[in-house]
């Protein structure tokens, strides 16, 4: 038999997190055990998915299920099923700190990107929105728009450096700083963040009153 050793960290921000993804109390314990196993492609996961396993573990991956982090395939060859982690479960493991091979680049690198935002501003603000509605919004940025993943990090690094000189007192959340819909006539779509990747690109080094009020926001048609 297979002998295994895993170390878990639990921090107040693991279980606020996991509560994001919509883990509850009683179910944290196994899904961090199961979620940390698959990204570390421990076949541990064979303990879950047989047809003899506990009450307990069935309803572990039920849960994990219905939550959309794993996707299981009964196999009726087989004593075990398939069971692997969708994009939703491998961004959840990016962000508890675990890697996993299949990991598509979006979901890896936006989690980071996320955390370049202060938590809060002074006002008491919340600035750093959660990782998975920001990869919602900066998979279509990217589609409408042909910027890098590292003119992007750059371009908000850049404007993140220009509001920390403001102590953040008008810093946007992260997702609104990728894109934002007016809530007036027209329902236009704007993005602070293609205004600054573009005035990088440029080789323009500006502060952001420099820039004209009209230009510091760009349609996204």
């Known amino acids: 038999m297979k002998k295994w050793r895993m170390e878990i960290t639990i921090t107040k921000q693991t279980l606020e997190l996991l509560h994001t993804y919509g883990i509850s109390e009683e179910r944290i314990g196994s899904a961090l055990i199961t979620l940390t196993a698959m990204a570390q492609n421990d076949d541990l996961t064979t ?7 506990s009450i307990w573990a069935l309803m572990s991956l039920k849960d994990l299920e219905y939550h959309g982090l794993i996707e299981v395939q009964e196999d009726p060859k087989s004593e075990h099923a398939s069971i692997k982690l969708t ?9 508890l700190g675990g890697a996993t ?3 598509s680049e979006l979901i890896c690198w936006v989690p980071e990107w996320v955390r370049l935002f202060p938590i809060r501003n002074r006002e008491g603000n919340m600035l750093r929105t959660d990782a998975k509605s920001a990869v919602n919004k900066m998979r279509q940025f990217m589609k409408d728009y042909p910027y890098s993943k590292e003119l992007i990090i750059e371009a908000t690094k850049l404007y993140l450096k220009e509001q920390e000189s403001k102590d953040h007192a ?3 959340m992260a997702q ?12 236009v779509k704007r993005s ?15 502060q952001i ?3 004209p009020l009209e230009s510091k926001y760009y349609d996204l048609m």
């Open 47 to 53: 303990f879950f998915t047989s047809k003899k396993s």
């Open 87 to 95: 994009d939703l479960g491998r961004m959840l493991t990016v962000e």
């Open 101 to 103: 091979d299949d990991c």
């Open 170 to 172: 008008y810093t946007v």
């Open 176 to 187: 609104h700083f990728i894109s934002k819909q007016d809530a007036g006539p027209g329902l």
């Open 192 to 206: 602070q963040l293609a205004a600054w990747c573009e005035l990088l690109e440029s080789g323009e080094v500006v």
């Open 209 to 211: 009153d420099e820039i």
